[in-house]
């Protein structure tokens, strides 16, 4: 049952903007959705050609957001921010979190306007939790913030859930990823989480460069970074074992391991805010 107070999601005057791909829409086709358009499975048919591990670093990537939130929910978080949320994937993130502690609120942010339109399907919480969504861009942590407010008491701690989202964010003069990621976690209470999650040339330069271009021909940002540069996203936070690892190292469980550390493409990692 949804929270009554959660926010509605409007289903009038939505551009999808369906003849661009979008990244979103690109990994729910990786993961086998059917919440995507010509335009991104052509792009991800693109992708796929670059980078044929697509598909199984997408599904380790859930993987590692259900185990990171188990966690957190178990270590007694009861508030999650999401950033970058994509199409709805069951279990989502406020399933996990709501199955450890029933009352756990969770908020949901993306920039894509086709997330906005399945919405609903991400406030179906418990009775005694509550979920809600926000339409946000990432480079703009204040409003995303101000709205996730109404929601979570961020003189609290609370997760702050960036999975696969920050290798969008391409360093630039004006704004890097660290300081989007400083932007978020700038307000957050000590005792705080930051969960991230980021695409690397580490283990494969010249598929991970092909898929790079494939991203930037679509009009997506799209920056690997190496383990340096992604535990340094964590500076200033307190990492835990085993720090940034590839995706399925990290405390891993059931078939995670099937998945090799080239094939996953990605570093996580957990850090806590002391």
Known sequence: MADETAQQTPQIGINLNIHQAHSARMYDYYLGGVTN???DREAAGRA????PNARLAAHANR???RRATRTMAELGIDQF???GTGIPTSPNLHEVAQG???AARVVYADNDPIV???AEALLEGTAQGRTDYVQGDIRDARTILDAASRTLDLDRPVALSMVAVLHFVADRPEQSA???VEAFTSRLAPGSYLVITHFTADFD???TARMENVYRSSGTDLQARSQEEVTTLFQGWRLLDPGVVASPRWNPGGDDTAVTDAQAGCYGGVAQLV
């Open 116 to 118: 906005l339109t399945h």
């Open 81 to 83: 921010l999401d950033i």
């Open 48 to 51: 796929l050609d670059a980078f």
């Open 63 to 65: 993987a590692f957001m």
């Open 205 to 207: 330069p010249e598929a």
């Open 178 to 180: 660290l300081d989007v």
């Open 100 to 102: 450890v502690n029933a």
């Open 37 to 39: 358009f010509p335009a």
